[in-house]
């Protein structure tokens, strides 16, 4: 029989870090929050977002019939090295190694097939016409893709609590951690979500000073038309050059205001996964000028199939090279 300590240890034996369970109720508050966000135009160019907000206000829209939510965390964190080379742009964490999509697709496909050994079939009466029948529980998993609130049910199954960078924080891991949720119609029991104390962010706004295209807005907004990660990883249609100027050396995707981050100055601790690493991807550094000298999709798809610097495609990995080689030229003409 499936129960909630069984799932969770069946989450760490498939490679979880992390594991709790919450209910499927919608979270008022948090429906609210991400509507606001919406209607403010802080998502920018990301129209998909706008358009899955019934679904994302419901589990139950997702999957029908939905009773329970199992919210799963990946450890992704690795160090950094010093300084970033000449004519290369650093790449965030997340991204240096395999796509974490597919990495924690699989993992998650492992699980349900656990989970589904483990539930037994529900016995149910359709009508009074029809003899008693049973049916497979029935269990679905996302990984960003899908229309679910992950960080607020992240919070909710007892995973952290949200800091001020809009990121989930937790007392092992800090902020490093890549979130997944299976969705089931199997009933478990819920996680307390104050049984563990994962700190709070008091008066710290060191995310928020740090930022530098203040992206950042009071109450944990995040404008995403600022922030360098959606610059260079949405390849947005419209590029401010004075923010283009801000992003420094960073050729794709940001970790600025989780570096600076207290929790996770004392929480960071490697991943476990090799695939996170740099033999399953780019790595840690991108030599720009490899980048704009890229001619051919194939050429391209040789760089980043696989990983994902494959988002923004290469005209959007190349302004992001281009950005990169200009704002090096700015520093050492400064430094003169």
Not at 92 to 104: E, F, M, Q
Not at 114 to 137: I, W
Not at 315 to 330: F, I, M, P, Q, S
Request: aromatic share 6%; charged share 25%; proline share 5%.
């Amino acid at each position: 029989m499936l129960t909630a300590d069984l799932t969770r240890r069946l989450a760490r034996e498939v490679g979880f870090d992390l594991c709790g369970i919450t209910g499927p109720e919608p979270i008022v508050d948090a429906v609210a929050r991400f509507s606001g966000w919406l209607e403010s135009g802080h998502h920018a160019e990301m129209d998909w977002l706008a358009r899955s907000l019934n679904r994302r206000s419901d589990p139950n829209e997702v999957l029908p019939g939905v009773r329970s939510i199992i919210m799963l965390g990946l450890n992704y964190y690795q160090p950094n090295s010093e300084p970033v080379p000449l004519g290369h742009g650093r790449v965030s964490r997340y991204a240096r190694g395999r796509d974490y999509h597919k990495v924690i697709a699989a993992m998650s496909e492992q699980l349900i097939a656990k989970l589904e050994e483990q539930a037994p079939a529900e016995e149910y009466v359709p009508s009074e016409e029809q003899v008693p029948a049973s049916e497979d529980h029935k269990f679905s998993a996302y990984v960003d893709h899908g229309a679910v609130l992950e960080r607020a049910y992240a919070v909710k199954a007892g995973l952290g609590y949200t800091g001020k960078n809009a990121l989930l924080i937790n007392r092992d891991f800090g902020s490093w951690v890549f979130l997944a949720v299976i969705l089931t119609t199997v009933e478990l029991e819920i996680d307390d979500p104050d049984a563990i104390d994962h700190g709070t962010c008091n008066d710290c706004t060191l995310c928020v000073d740090s930022c530098p295209t203040e992206a950042i807005l009071p109450g944990g907004v995040i404008e995403a038309a600022r922030c360098i990660s959606y610059l260079t990883v949405e390849d947005p249609t419209e590029r401010d050059d004075l923010l283009d100027r801000k992003t420094g050396r960073l050729i794709f995707g940001c970790d600025i205001c989780q570096e600076v981050c207290p929790h996770n100055l004392k929480r960071s601790q490697p991943a476990g996964r090799a695939e996170f690493g740099a033999e399953y991807g780019v790595g840690e550094f991108l030599d720009a000028h490899k980048v704009l000298n890229i001619e051919s999709q194939g050429e391209f798809l040789d760089l980043a199939v696989g990983t994902s610097l494959m988002r923004p495609k290469l005209d959007g990995l190349k302004k992001n090279a281009t950005v990169v080689l200009e704002n090096e030229r700015r520093e050492s003409e400064d430094q003169k």
